[in-house]
């Protein structure tokens, strides 16, 4: 089975620093990556996403993130936090079941910023 | 503007009752998916649905039941079967450009 897995639990930041989120994945096939905030109490919204090309993504918010096939990541990037990017985070891959795609999330993780 | 409404936001059963949560999106969108979320371990997908009377059950699909009678509905229903009811049960649909949809959530507690 496909799985994701996001091996912080927490991330502190101060704002204006640089961030980068860890997302490991496993799929057989080139997989189809995401990564979605979440505010506290609220859906989620999608930041950006990979399903070929060019492996370097750019997502709303200033956002990017790297596919790099070799060590099955979709690590995620920001250059200058802002306090409003306070939230959770999590990375997603669609694998292709029963005639349409399931996505597997991972456990997510909380970013705090530091004024 | 399109988008998907999840109701009621906030729920309270007693043990033993069964709960519907409701689905409703104006987006025409033919897949939607329900996943319920506990702090620290994601989303987990309980039911999907692609389309009209059809679904298929996701990895935690035990206590739960759906229906997919209308393309705009998809609602899901809590039963007394389902020994930890209490989480944040997330609705998303599937947009033509891959990527799923969510609505706000409802968040349901059993006392």
């Known amino acids: 089975a496909q799985s994701v897995t996001q091996p912080d639990i927490h991330i502190t930041v101060s704002e204006g620093a640089s961030l980068e989120l860890r997302c490991n994945y496993s799929?057989?096939?080139?997989?189809?990556l995401f990564w979605y905030v979440q505010s506290p109490g609220q859906g989620l919204q999608l930041l950006l996403k990979?399903?070929?090309?060019?492996?370097l993504v750019q997502g709303i918010k200033g956002f990017e993130a790297e596919f790099k096939r070799s060590q099955s990541s979709f690590n995620l990037r920001k250059p200058s936090v802002h306090w409003s990017d306070a939230a959770e985070y999590f990375c997603?891959?669609?694998?292709?079941?029963?005639?349409?795609?399931?996505?597997?999330f991972g456990t997510g993780t909380r970013l705090k910023v530091l004024a | 503007d399109g988008g998907i409404t999840q109701s009621p936001k906030y729920l309270f059963r007693k043990e033993g009752q069964n709960v519907t949560l409701s689905c409703e999106q104006n987006?025409?969108?033919?897949?939607m998916y329900w996943y319920r979320q506990d702090p620290g371990q994601g989303l987990r997908l309980i039911y999907y649905?692609?389309?009209?009377?059809?679904?298929q059950k996701g990895d935690i699909a035990e206590g739960y039941s759906v229906s997919r009678e209308k393309k705009e509905s998809f609602p899901l229903t809590v039963t007394s079967a389902q020994k930890n009811p209490t989480a944040f049960y997330l609705c998303?649909?599937?947009?033509?450009?891959?990527?799923?949809?969510f609505g706000e959530g409802s968040r349901l507690t059993v006392l």
């Open positions: 997603a891959v669609a694998e292709w079941a029963s005639g349409t795609y399931k996505y597997i």
């Open positions: 799929y057989g096939a080139t997989p189809y």
């Open positions: 990979y399903f070929s090309g060019d492996t």
């Open positions: 987006l025409n969108h033919d897949a």
């Open positions: 649905s692609q389309i009209v009377n059809d679904f």
């Open positions: 998303a649909s599937l947009r033509e450009t891959g990527e799923l949809f």
